[in-house]
Nanobody, 115 residues
Framework: QVQLVESGGGLVQAGGSLRLSCAAS????????MGWYRQAPGKQRELVAS???????SYADSVKGRFTISRDNAKNTSYLQMNSLKPEDTAVYYC?????????WGQGTQVTVSS
């Protein structure tokens, strides 16, 4: 199986920055895509950003130009650098990795942006 552990959430003022990390372990040698989702209270979980093992990235329109996803394949870790944070970015952020049709999720990390 695959285990994903997030870290790096917290409370920040609007305009500030946070960096989230997601460490993967277990049967991870054939994982291609890693991504980040978020879920705000009363809203559906939404895809924020994803990255392939080769480094191809995609972003939600709402975070383009502010968030950057990266990946260290040697450390089996993905990162989400979040700059120019807005109150509407407040949510629980989840690391995600699909493998052979099974979706693996981290436990989530809270990001709160105060105005």
């Amino acid at each position: 199986q695959v285990q994903l552990v997030e870290s790096g959430g917290g409370l920040v003022q609007a305009g500030g920055s946070l960096r989230l990390s997601c460490a993967a372990s277990g049967r991870i040698f054939d994982i291609n895509v890693m991504g980040w989702y978020r879920q705000a209270p009363g809203k559906q979980r939404e895809l924020v950003a994803s990255i392939t093992k080769g480094g191809s990235t995609s972003y939600a329109d709402s975070v383009k130009g502010r968030f950057t996803i990266s990946r260290d394949n040697a450390k089996n870790t993905s990162y989400l650098q979040m700059n120019s944070l807005k109150p509407e970015d407040t949510a629980v952020y989840y690391c995600y990795a699909p493998r052979f049709g099974v979706a693996y999720w981290g436990q989530g990390t809270q990001v709160t942006v105060s105005s």
